[in-house]
């Protein structure tokens, strides 16, 4: 079998950051054979699986994540010479950047405050909806173009021969909408959703006109149906200042931060439970919810971060240890990897890998693209999947002039495998059948298969992970280097009499224990080849004088 399908079928992600501790799944110990332990078919696969799943851990770890920015293309955007759309103007810094709302197009996009992607693939483009509390601005992005095109504003949808004026938005086919805190946007299928946080109302819309060729909705959205009001928790279509919005197979969620709770209804906004979050989150104040890829639902607080199942009967929490004071603003599931999640702050963009939310990939170096550190995130970051990357768009301010980054971004692995597809022995190859005799050439044939396992991995590894810190701190990707000769030497290993059960050996828990510590020394002495190094930057000496 090819071990990239094993790690498929056992479901193991990449998931390996810089300066992360690798320690293999099972240890020493817990694969021995212990002095009172009976020996059986079943406890001794139970062993050899141990042994199988150290081995599929270090192959996994031969990629590593680096926080170091896979940006292939980088702007801001600017106001072009015509009146309905704004350009990429690369290479400038904060003080240069030109409002993007000096054409009085949307005089508040200097202070967007959320924004989303809706895409239509037969279109080759795509849109973004931003808002900023009570007003919806509409652009469309060509991806063959380099520049924004102003579509219309909400205001604008159908307006039919009324006339409407801010906040008194009109929505279209005959039904008024009012808007003052928009607060989350979603999608499903052909819907769009739009919450309202002190208004207290969820809004449905038709867009399939943005996300299909149709002529008659042709970029409109058309409204379908709206719930809400001011509620407490045990109210199923009310709300308290209702500040996220989440989506999965088909289902809503609606983080209700006033009530402390999360509420789920059916795309027909129909209520199905509420799952009251106060227990959990104590004194915490809830800000964003989000769904990964497997339905697991993250509640994002301004301390901690919360990891639950699709139906709330799991919980995990993770501790936010703040960067210089940095208040966390929003969670949003990356397009391009479903393993990969970005965390918001008002000062930087944390990547963070679902498998293991407590600790962060990486974060943007923002600095280098020209963003100066006292830089202002607005509560606005937009994803949109191309060519398997992340389309990240950013949108900040300084001294009140707005501006939108624009980022590539991808899962930025690095290898030190010659080559990722090879065969090995399935773990259904490494397991003794319960009809066989425990004998020692039937525990023998399965131990020379996981030692060729290992050999055959061995042979594909030419290098060892270099990381450095840079002069802020950051741990970054350096490089690779070769193996020195006494790191060769360390995993030169080789099927030998001492790996194997003799003929005349009884099959014992003693004599088994010899084998399983050969393979785990192996396994060890691997481990340390894949653990990165980490280089100081290096210091400017400084001459002390003593008084």
């Given at each position: 079998m090819n071990i990239s399908s094993e790690l498929i079928i056992s479901n193991i992600k990449y998931d390996r950051y810089l300066n992360d501790t690798l320690t293999l799944p099972f240890q020493l110990n817990d694969i021995l054979f212990q002095p009172n332990d009976t020996v059986s078919c079943n406890l001794v696969n139970i062993k050899l699986k141990h042994l199988y799943d150290n081995f599929l851990y270090l192959y996994k770890n031969t990629l590593i994540s680096s926080n170091?920015?896979?940006?292939?293309?980088?702007?801001?955007?600017?106001?072009?010479?015509?009146?309905?759309?704004?350009?990429?103007?690369?290479?400038?810094?904060?003080?240069?950047?030109?409002?993007?709302?000096?054409?009085?197009?949307?005089?508040?996009?200097?202070?967007?405050?959320?924004?989303?992607?809706?895409?239509?693939?037969?279109?080759?483009?795509?849109?973004?909806?931003?808002?900023?509390?009570?007003?919806?601005?509409?652009?469309?992005?060509?991806?063959?173009?380099?520049?924004?095109?102003?579509?219309?504003?909400?205001?604008?949808?159908?307006?039919?021969?009324?006339?409407?004026?801010?906040?008194?938005?009109?929505?279209?086919?005959?039904?008024?909408?009012?808007?003052?805190?928009?607060?989350?946007?979603?999608?499903?299928?052909?819907?769009?959703?739009?919450?309202?946080?002190?208004?207290?109302?969820?809004?449905?819309?038709?867009?399939?006109?943005?996300?299909?060729?149709?002529?008659?909705?042709?970029?409109?959205?058309?409204?379908?149906?709206?719930?809400?009001?001011?509620?407490?928790?045990?109210?199923?279509?009310?709300?308290?200042?209702?500040?996220?919005?989440?989506?999965?197979?088909?289902?809503?969620?609606?983080?209700?931060?006033?009530?402390?709770?999360?509420?789920?209804?059916?795309?027909?906004?129909?209520?199905?439970?509420?799952?009251?979050?106060?227990?959990?989150?104590?004194?915490?104040?809830?800000?964003?919810?989000?769904?990964?890829?497997?339905?697991?639902?993250?509640?994002?607080?301004?301390?901690?971060?919360?990891?639950?199942?699709?139906?709330?009967?799991?919980?995990?929490?993770?501790?936010?240890?703040?960067?210089?004071?940095?208040?966390?603003?929003?969670?949003?599931?990356?397009?391009?990897?479903?393993?990969?999640?970005?965390?918001?702050?008002?000062?930087?963009?944390?990547?963070?890998?679902?498998?293991?939310?407590?600790?962060?990939?990486?974060?943007?170096?923002?600095?280098?693209?020209?963003?100066?550190?006292?830089?202002?995130?607005?509560?606005?970051?937009?994803?949109?999947?191309?060519?398997?990357?992340?389309?990240?768009?950013?949108?900040?301010?300084?001294?009140?002039?707005?501006?939108?980054?624009?980022?590539?971004?991808?899962?930025?692995?690095?290898?030190?495998?010659?080559?990722?597809?090879?065969?090995?022995?399935?773990?259904?190859?490494?397991?003794?059948?319960?009809?066989?005799?425990?004998?020692?050439?039937?525990?023998?044939?399965?131990?020379?298969?996981?030692?060729?396992?290992?050999?055959?991995?061995?042979?594909?590894?030419?290098?060892?992970?270099?990381?450095?810190?840079?002069?802020?701190?950051?741990?970054?990707?350096?490089?690779?280097?070769?193996?020195?000769?006494?790191?060769?030497?360390?995993?030169?290993?080789?099927?030998?009499?001492?790996?194997?059960?003799?003929?005349?050996?009884?099959?014992?828990?003693?004599?088994?224990?010899?084998?399983?510590?050969?393979?785990?020394?192996?396994?060890?002495?691997?481990?340390?080849?894949?653990?990165?190094?980490?280089?100081?930057?290096?210091?400017?000496?400084?001459?002390?004088?003593?008084?």
């Open positions: 170091v920015l896979p940006v292939t293309s980088t702007a801001i955007a600017g106001i072009s010479a015509g009146a309905t759309n704004f350009t990429w103007y690369k290479g400038l810094s904060t003080s240069q950047f030109i409002p993007i709302s000096t054409n009085n197009l949307f005089p508040n996009v200097d202070n967007t405050n959320l924004s989303y992607i809706l895409s239509n693939p037969s279109k080759e483009c795509y849109y973004m909806f931003l808002s900023y509390k009570n007003e919806i601005k509409v652009f469309k992005f060509n991806k063959n173009a380099s520049y924004f095109e102003n579509v219309y504003s909400i205001n604008e949808i159908d307006p039919g021969n009324k006339s409407y004026t801010s906040p008194n938005t009109y929505v279209g086919d005959g039904y008024d909408v009012l808007y003052y805190n928009i607060t989350a946007f979603a999608a499903i299928d052909n819907y769009f959703f739009i919450l309202d946080a002190e208004r207290n109302q969820l809004v449905k819309y038709d867009a399939t006109g943005f996300v299909k060729t149709n002529n008659i909705l042709n970029e409109r959205l058309v409204f379908v149906n709206t719930i809400g009001n001011y509620g407490s928790k045990e109210s199923k279509v009310e709300f308290n200042s209702p500040t996220g919005l989440a989506s999965y197979n088909k289902f809503l969620y609606v983080l209700d931060a006033g009530n402390s709770c999360v509420k789920k209804f059916d795309i027909d906004l129909n209520w199905k439970y509420t799952y009251r979050l106060s227990k959990d989150l104590l004194n915490l104040k809830p800000i964003d919810i989000s769904c990964d890829i497997e339905g697991n639902i993250y509640i994002l607080t301004d301390k901690k971060l919360f990891k639950y199942n699709n139906t709330f009967t799991t919980k995990e929490a993770f501790e936010l240890n703040t960067i210089n004071g940095d208040i966390f603003k929003k969670i949003i599931m990356s397009q391009a990897e479903s393993n990969v999640f970005f965390l918001l702050t008002n000062k930087n963009v944390l990547k963070r890998f679902t498998s293991n939310p407590g600790i962060d990939i990486g974060k943007y170096l923002l600095f280098l693209f020209n963003y100066d550190l006292e830089n202002d995130i607005n509560n606005a970051l937009s994803l949109y999947k191309d060519n398997n990357n992340d389309l990240v768009f950013l949108f900040s301010k300084n001294n009140n002039t707005g501006k939108i980054g624009f980022f590539i971004d991808n899962i930025n692995l690095y290898d030190i495998l010659a080559q990722r597809d090879f065969d090995i022995y399935s773990l259904k190859d490494t397991t003794i059948n319960g009809d066989e005799y425990l004998q020692s050439w039937v525990i023998n044939k399965t131990i020379s298969k996981i030692l060729i396992n290992h050999m055959r991995f061995r042979d594909q590894i030419i290098g060892k992970f270099i990381a450095r810190q840079d002069e802020k701190g950051n741990v970054v990707f350096d490089n690779t280097r070769y193996l020195l000769i006494n790191e060769l030497d360390s995993i030169n290993f080789q099927q030998t009499l001492s790996n194997y059960i003799g003929a005349n050996e009884l099959v014992t828990s003693g004599v088994l224990n010899r084998c399983i510590r050969n393979i785990y020394n192996i396994q060890a002495n691997l481990l340390n080849i894949l653990k990165s190094e980490i280089l100081n930057f290096p210091t400017l000496d400084i001459p002390i004088t003593l008084n």
